[in-house]
């Protein structure tokens, strides 16, 4: 049972570039979702899914796109990288909303 | 907004008990989770409180007073492999539809 995979885990982009950040859970969960973490901070909501074919912004959405086209799979597509994205991404999966989340090892992505 | 606050740093003995805080609007309150960071690593899940009072696991308790929008983390016979981020993380069922936000952390530092 792998839980939540995440690739790459790390990433230098140059800014401009654009690139996709891969989540995928075999837990059958409904929930999944992608946080950034900036240093010394906790975790910030980019953007989240309740299930298969729906997607929602969370706390800080701009400059990102997801898509659900499966129950285990979670893309984040970063569409023109800038410097102030540089952090740590997190993906994290829960088998519905309200219950413990489980978090992939995190993509470090520096933005040039 | 939903302000979550936690001290941001803490230092305690190996061996003894240290108690991290962690308050909260209580307006729409569902549910407060806690998660365990190391340096480096993803968050992993803890506790979770949505009832009035203390949750106990092994070394780890944590308590919740729903009325007064706080919640602490009781750490026993601390170890060294305890030092890390303590992450509050609570749900609100009404502007945020049941999905959790996450206070800065708590760094506790344990010495010998």
């Known amino acids: 049972n792998a839980g939540v995979t995440q690739t790459p885990k790390f990433q230098v982009l140059k800014t401009g570039q654009s690139m996709t950040l891969q989540c995928a859970q075999d837990?059958?969960?409904?929930?999944m979702s992608w946080y950034r973490q900036d240093p010394g901070m906790g975790l910030r909501l980019i953007h989240y899914?309740?299930?298969?074919?729906?997607?929602d912004q969370g706390e800080v959405p701009n400059g990102y796109n997801v898509s659900r086209s499966t129950t285990e799979d979670f893309p984040l597509r970063l569409l023109s990288a800038a410097p102030s994205q540089t952090s740590v991404y997190f993906c994290?999966?829960?088998?519905?909303?309200?219950?413990?989340?489980?978090f992939g090892d995190g993509t470090r992505l520096s933005i040039l | 907004g939903q302000n979550i606050d936690q001290p941001t740093e803490m230092t305690a003995t190996e061996g003894a008990i240290v108690q991290i805080n962690c308050t909260y609007q209580?307006?729409?309150?569902?549910?407060l989770f806690w998660y365990q960071q190391h340096a480096g690593e993803a968050p992993t899940f803890l506790s979770y409180?949505?009832?009035?009072g203390l949750e106990e696991k092994g070394r780890f308790s944590s308590f919740l007073s729903r009325s007064k929008g706080y919640s602490y983390l009781l750490l026993k016979e601390l170890q060294m492999k305890d030092s890390a981020s303590y992450l509050c993380?609570?749900?609100?069922?009404?502007?945020?539809?049941?999905?959790?936000?996450f206070g800065d952390g708590t760094t506790l530092t344990v010495k010998p």
């Open positions: 994290a999966s829960s088998l519905r909303l309200n219950q413990p989340q489980h």
């Open positions: 993380a609570v749900s609100y069922y009404n502007t945020n539809a049941g999905k959790s936000t």
């Open positions: 409180n949505v009832l009035d």
């Open positions: 899914s309740v299930g298969a074919g729906i997607t």
């Open positions: 837990m059958n969960h409904e929930y």
């Open positions: 209580t307006s729409g309150f569902n549910g």
